[in-house]
Nanobody
Framework: HLVESGGGLVQPGGSLKLSCAGY?????????VCWFRQAPGEKRNGIVC????????VYADSVKGRFTISADKTSVTVHLRMESLKPEDTGRYYC???????????????????????WGQGTQVTVSP
């Protein structure tokens, strides 16, 4: 299972770091791990994915240049560094994961894929003065 942490209240322009820890994941395979954001009254949108073993990434335009995802290869743990936060970044942040062959291209399609096998419970991020 996946457990997110690191959410909270931050002022516009501030920074936060979220973490997604995977428990009981076999380490002899690669995983794609993604962060999704769901604002109140809106659908869940993918914002960034990483191929956890080789570090390939794909970002949504809305966070490109402000958010940075990284992975710990020794475990299925992913971090999301969020900078220059805006009020529109407010929402509940979920991580999701699936096994992925290292030969599989990582594309924007992974940001739209909604049926990942593993999901966390989410962590709330609120950007407000």
């Amino acid at each position: 299972h996946l457990v997110e942490s690191g959410g909270g209240l931050v002022q516009p322009g501030g920074s936060l770091k979220l973490s997604c820890a995977g428990y009981e994941f076999p380490l002899d395979r690669n995983y794609v791990v993604c962060w999704f954001r769901q604002a109140p009254g809106e659908k869940r949108n993918g914002i960034v994915c990483i191929s956890h073993y080789d570090g390939r990434t794909v970002y949504a335009d809305s966070v490109k240049g402000r958010f940075t995802i990284s992975a710990d290869k020794t475990s299925v743990t992913v971090h999301l560094r969020m900078e220059s936060l805006k009020p529109e970044d407010t929402g509940r942040y979920y991580c999701a994961a699936d096994p992925m062959n290292l030969l599989t291209p990582l594309t924007e399609a992974h940001l739209k894929y909604s049926t990942y096998t593993y999901w966390g419970q989410g962590t709330q991020v609120t950007v407000s003065p």
